[in-house]
């Protein structure tokens, strides 16, 4: 869904002072920071200042896409000027220019969160400029511009003295705020990296507090979005995976397992239609409470929990202490949760501990289990009593607890967060003397062992196979997807995390990545941007499977494809091998027009690049020079035969492997026949190359390494 939200016309430097401040203030109405607006109007002046400059002027387009938050903001400008040279040095910083041109493009492109450029010599140059909005801006609807319209007209235009006027506000603020900060630097360096890491953790805590308030009006909304996920995802795994039985891909059903399946998609059916039913009709304002599963170290969770509790410890006489952690390994687990246990622990202890010492120490308990326990010196816990703290509002009949407030939640809630997460929770105390509280933690969360996720070390690539990254984190649908890809030419490789999924991606180089939106508790929008925004990502295809349709949203931010879910196996399947070709350049030797231009129709959704030659003398040059992934080659053409080509391109190192496909209309002999069929990959008659399926031949053709003999092809055998 585009919503257009203004259009300017670039005719002067008046118009180019107009864009930046437009740019400014709707950047200011979707509810970007300060920071933000200054980045964007900047990027949009440099831009708007080059058309001008250099094309004679344009048009600038503000523009909002998406149909789920984040939305994203897209500034789009078209000039009709000579276009831009040495487009791809500029773009890489090393293009050196006397004038200053290309630093402007190369300085907007460091402030957007993705940047592109089209330009044709002597056609003009077309730019994006896009950036996702904050996650707590409100979504922007189609009556929502109008509003946005109303404020852009009250607006009265600046001239060129007051925005210069405003730019440098914008730079003594901007340089305030870096003294600021330099400052505010030099003093948290000569601090503690733990109590900084401890307050850096509590305020990440106070600001999502902060955040649930203030958009306390948004909880219906946001309920039946959540909800409606939870419901229909395992509803969609079931419809799924009672079509694949259906389809027979594991094995034959009897009749009656055949009619037991249907019985079971019928009602999944019917669930389904009731689910989306209450949904719509359901007015509930609610919260609700989830795992949210993340890889984190006992190193740095101790670290952040020492500073956030240091300064409640103002018992000289009590010491805390956290002990040193053994060889531990990460933990897939909600660190938030394992961190609101452990101070209740703490605080207990603070409370409860007149002198002495509270010790916090972690533990692998067996191969699958961590403990992490605490323990003091304080009044203890009789036997009799033990049981009791743990249910709600009971709080024991102790002196020091007369002096304590509390509300008697705490261990409660520990109880129920630890059950949350697969844990449990022991306490060891006598009066007197002291107590220890432990938590027994899974070291993955229960989800995760369903369906492990790959590491690069336990990776091993097939190399007669493609690699293809799974960036999912439900084992349901991970359990799909590998069926899809069994018994195919694909690798299946499962993250379930996108932080997981960026260590596989720069280790193992997959060929194809299909992303799920919906990740748990993380931003794929933004890791989707970011992939198409690396340098050494942004070539590499995505495919992204979600339930949510925002399918305009996706291609803006670089997806290759958009798949909603649920995922039928043919259409993953044609994506894949689609996908697959993309980026391959392939050579096309004939020396008829119309026979080239129908093998170029037939290839075109192939993804490739094609560079062709009107003969073999062509061909064999423009072969070495440019050294394409695949040739199609003709048999019968004027100046040499397709023979006459094999054997010149056999004898040449740089092209002797370059697999070779034979697409001819005349009538082989059986020698014929026999002597390509050793020396190419396949051979196409020109009748049959509608019915051809191009994509599959052209990935079965790169599959191979080249002529299954690598002899050259000697004179005599074209006779």
């Known amino acids: 869904m585009t919503l257009p939200l203004l259009t300017l016309t670039i005719r002067s430097e008046h118009d180019t002072v107009a864009a930046r401040q437009r740019a400014r203030l709707i950047a200011r109405l979707?509810?970007?920071?300060?920071?933000?607006?200054?980045?964007?109007?900047?990027?949009?002046?440099?831009?708007?200042?080059?058309?001008?400059?250099?094309?004679?002027?344009?048009?600038?387009?503000y523009l909002l896409e998406g149909r789920t938050p984040p939305q994203l903001f897209i500034v789009k400008m078209t000039d009709a000027g000579p276009g831009i040279r040495d487009l791809d040095t500029i773009l890489e910083g090393r293009y050196q220019s006397p004038t200053g041109m290309g630093l402007g493009i190369l300085g907007a492109?460091?402030?957007?969160?993705?940047?592109?450029?089209?330009?044709?010599?002597?056609?003009?140059?077309?730019?994006?400029?896009?950036?996702?909005?904050p996650s707590r801006a409100r979504l922007v609807r189609d009556v929502d511009v109008s509003r946005i319209a109303d404020a852009l007209a009250e607006e009265r235009p600046q001239d060129p003295l007051q925005e210069m006027q405003y730019q440098n506000q914008e730079l003594l603020a901007a340089l305030q705020e870096i003294q600021t900060r330099q400052t505010e630097l030099i003093r948290l360096n000569r601090e503690m990296e733990d109590t900084n890491r401890g307050v850096v953790a509590l305020y990440a805590e106070l600001d999502e507090q902060a955040d649930h308030l203030r958009r306390a009006d948004q909880?219906?909304?946001?309920?039946?979005?959540?909800?409606?996920?939870?419901?229909?995802?395992?509803?969609?795994?079931?419809?799924?995976?009672?079509?694949?039985?259906?389809?027979?891909?594991?094995?034959?059903?009897?009749?009656d397992q055949d009619q037991q399946v249907g019985y079971i998609k019928r009602a999944a059916h019917d669930l389904l239609d009731l689910v989306n039913d209450l949904l719509d009709l359901a007015k509930v304002e609610a919260g609700k409470v989830e795992a949210k599963p993340?890889?984190?170290?006992?190193?740095?969770?101790?670290?952040?929990?020492?500073?956030?509790?240091?300064?409640l410890l103002l018992n000289q006489s009590l010491d805390l202490v956290f002990e040193n952690v053994g060889d531990i390994p990460l933990i897939y687990s909600d660190e938030g949760k394992v961190s609101q246990i452990l101070r209740n622990f703490i605080s207990n202890s603070l409370k409860f501990t007149e002198k002495g010492a509270i010790r916090v120490s972690a533990a692998l308990t067996g191969p699958d289990e961590v403990s992490f326990s605490v323990s003091d010196t304080g009044i203890g816990i009789a036997a009799e009593d033990q049981?009791?703290?743990?249910?709600?509002?009971?709080?024991?009949?102790?002196?020091?607890?007369?002096?304590?407030?509390?509300?008697?939640?705490?261990?409660?809630?520990?109880?129920?967060?630890?059950?949350?997460?697969?844990?449990?929770?022991?306490?060891?105390?006598?009066?007197?003397?002291?107590?220890?509280?432990?938590?027994?933690?899974?070291?993955?969360?229960?989800?995760?062992?369903?369906?492990?996720?790959?590491?690069?070390?336990?990776?091993?690539?097939?190399?007669?196979?493609?690699?293809?990254?799974?960036?999912?984190?439900?084992?349901?649908?991970?359990?799909?997807?590998?069926?899809?890809?069994?018994?195919?030419?694909?690798?299946?490789?499962?993250?379930?995390?996108?932080?997981?999924?960026?260590?596989?991606?720069?280790?193992?180089?997959?060929?194809?990545?299909?992303?799920?939106i919906l990740l748990r508790s993380e931003d794929a929008w933004g890791f989707l941007a970011r992939l198409k925004s690396g340098a050494a990502t942004k070539d590499i295809p995505i495919v992204v499977a979600s339930t949510i349709e925002d399918q305009a949203k996706a291609f803006h931010l670089g997806a290759d494809r958009y798949l909603v879910k649920p995922v039928e196996r043919i259409d993953l399947l044609d994506q894949l091998e689609t996908l697959a070709t993309k980026g391959t350049k392939?050579?096309?030797?004939?020396?008829?027009?119309?026979?080239?231009?129908?093998?170029?129709?037939?290839?075109?959704?192939?993804?490739?690049?094609?560079?062709?030659?009107?003969?073999?003398?062509?061909?064999?040059?423009?072969?070495?020079?440019?050294?394409?992934?695949?040739i199609f080659l003709d048999l019968t053409m004027p100046d040499m035969t397709g023979f006459e080509v094999l054997r010149e391109l056999s004898r040449d190192a740089s092209t002797a492997?370059?697999?070779?496909?034979?697409?001819?209309?005349?009538?082989?002999?059986?020698?014929?026949?026999?002597?390509?069929?050793?020396?190419?990959?396949a051979i196409i008659d020109k009748a049959g190359l509608a019915q051809a399926n191009m994509t599959q031949v052209v990935s079965n053709a790169l599959n191979r390494e080249g002529p299954s003999n690598g002899s050259p092809i000697t004179a005599s055998t074209t006779k």
């Open 657 to 681: 492997n370059v697999p070779v496909i034979v697409v001819t209309s005349r009538v082989l002999t059986e020698t014929e026949r026999a002597v390509l069929m050793q020396h190419t990959v």
């Open 219 to 255: 909880l219906k909304s946001r309920f039946l979005s959540n909800m409606s996920h939870e419901f229909r995802s395992p509803l969609n795994s079931i419809l799924a995976l009672t079509g694949l039985l259906h389809s027979r891909s594991s094995g034959d059903l009897s009749p």
């Open 30 to 61: 979707l509810g970007f920071d300060t920071q933000d607006q200054t980045r964007i109007s900047t990027a949009v002046s440099e831009i708007a200042r080059n058309s001008y400059n250099y094309a004679g002027g344009g048009r600038v387009e």
């Open 387 to 516: 049981k009791q703290i743990f249910e709600d509002f009971v709080q024991l009949d102790h002196p020091i607890q007369k002096r304590v407030k509390g509300t008697g939640l705490g261990l409660p809630l520990s109880k129920k967060l630890a059950g949350l997460l697969g844990g449990r929770i022991t306490v060891e105390s006598r009066l007197g003397e002291g107590s220890t509280f432990t938590l027994y933690l899974p070291l993955r969360y229960r989800d995760a062992a369903e369906e492990p996720v790959t590491s690069p070390a336990m990776w091993v690539p097939d190399p007669q196979k493609i690699p293809v990254l799974i960036v999912e984190d439900s084992p349901e649908i991970v359990a799909i997807y590998r069926n899809f890809l069994a018994q195919t030419r694909f690798q299946m490789v499962v993250a379930a995390t996108t932080r997981n999924a960026e260590t596989l991606v720069n280790t193992i180089r997959p060929r194809i990545i299909v992303l799920d």
């Open 109 to 133: 492109q460091r402030l957007m969160d993705q940047f592109q450029v089209d330009s044709v010599p002597g056609k003009g140059t077309t730019i994006w400029l896009k950036k996702l909005l």
């Open 294 to 311: 993340l890889e984190f170290d006992v190193i740095n969770l101790f670290a952040a929990l020492r500073g956030m509790l240091r300064p």
């Open 586 to 630: 392939i050579l096309i030797i004939d020396d008829q027009e119309r026979d080239r231009y129908i093998l170029r129709q037939e290839l075109a959704n192939s993804l490739v690049s094609i560079v062709e030659a009107s003969n073999g003398t062509l061909g064999i040059a423009l072969a070495r020079q440019d050294r394409p992934n695949l």
